[in-house]
């Protein structure tokens, strides 16, 4: 009887140190595979990265807000070069390009509005310019470009101010004033950074107080790739330009002779020059009337002049 009870207590024993195994092992195996998890999702988390993308698609120009904009977790790989992973980083931006929904967000997809105003000033330009025709700057000033009346789409004829060879006088150089009209009915692009378009709008100010600020010393003219040349020499050699302002329903082109000073005197007192043009005439004495004498030799008859006696 009592090896009975020995027995059934060492078998509950040994039943209760097998459960305590049990669980012991299990715990062991359960932290083991907690621990394989955790180091796999550190590791999985290590390779997955949080970017922006547009929940909706984002017209170029349009300022970015948080409504328009959504986070993704996606594996690295797939993690777009400078993309946005602070919304910090996007506010107050502009897209500079069409955004598709769900689209990643990247920085070279958005812009200050100041960069997005000049960006699209640059790319309206290009597209402005006719085929065949080249953009070239010209540099002026308020009397030369029409104290700063002349606006993008005008047409202007250039002028050159110059110093132009002259004949030598006693073995030296000599030059003279002129003025030579070199190209008519010229295409004016852009006035300074004006393309003709409402950037005050963009930068947030109206236009009028855009227009009361506007100062510029450049004017971008159309020119064909033989103009392009001439213009280039004549503001390398330090020649004045000077652009006049021509009438929309005016496009005739005429051909004007340069202007120095004798062209000038020529225009405004043209009696005075052609007076002096002619050559002095001078007084000649008359000579005294001469006697004819009718002499015959036959059927042939002579004349004789006698030389009137001197009083």
Do not use: C
């Not at 195994?21 to 907690?34: E, I, P, S, T």
């Not at 777009?80 to 897209?95: F, K, M, T, W, Y």
């Not at 993008?152 to 030296?172: E, H, R, S, T």
């Not at 006035?191 to 855009?210: A, I, L, T």
């Amino acid at each position: 009887m009592v090896s009975k009870r020995i027995t059934l207590i060492i078998g509950a024993v040994l039943s209760i140190l097998s459960v305590i195994l049990v669980k012991v092992y299990l715990d062991q195996q359960r932290a083991g595979v907690d621990s394989i998890v955790k180091r796999k999702l550190e590791k999985e988390r290590q390779n997955l990265s949080t970017v922006f993308v547009a929940k909706r698609d984002i017209r170029k120009g349009t300022p970015i807000d948080s409504g328009m904009i959504a986070t993704e977790i996606i594996p690295n790989q797939y993690v777009r070069p400078q993309a946005v992973n602070s919304s910090d980083r996007i506010a107050g931006l502009i897209a500079a390009v069409d955004i598709p929904a769900k689209e990643q967000i990247s920085k070279t997809m958005l812009m200050a509005a100041q960069e997005t105003a000049v960006a699209e000033s640059y790319l309206t330009l290009a597209m402005a310019i006719p085929a065949g025709k080249r953009a070239v700057a010209v540099p002026v000033d308020p009397i030369s470009s029409v104290a700063g009346m002349i606006r993008p789409g005008n047409y202007v004829d250039l002028i050159v101010m110059a110093q132009i060879p002259g004949q030598k006088v006693d073995g030296k150089d000599t030059t003279q004033s002129a003025s030579l009209p070199v190209l008519q009915n010229v295409l004016v692009l852009s006035v300074g950074q004006d393309m003709g378009v409402d950037e005050s709008r963009m930068k947030g100010r109206s236009s009028k107080e855009g227009r009361k600020q506007e100062q510029f010393n450049i004017v971008t003219l159309a020119l064909s790739p033989q103009e392009t040349s001439i213009v280039s020499f004549v503001i390398d050699q330090g020649a004045k330009l000077r652009l006049a302002l021509r009438s929309p329903s005016d496009a005739q082109i005429q051909i004007v002779a340069p202007t120095n000073w004798e062209a000038l005197f020529q225009y405004v007192m043209p009696q005075m020059i052609k007076v002096r043009s002619q050559p002095i005439q001078e007084d000649v004495p008359e000579e005294p009337p001469k006697h004819k004498v009718e002499i015959y030799h036959g059927f042939q008859k002579e004349d004789v002049y006698l030389a009137q006696p001197k009083k």
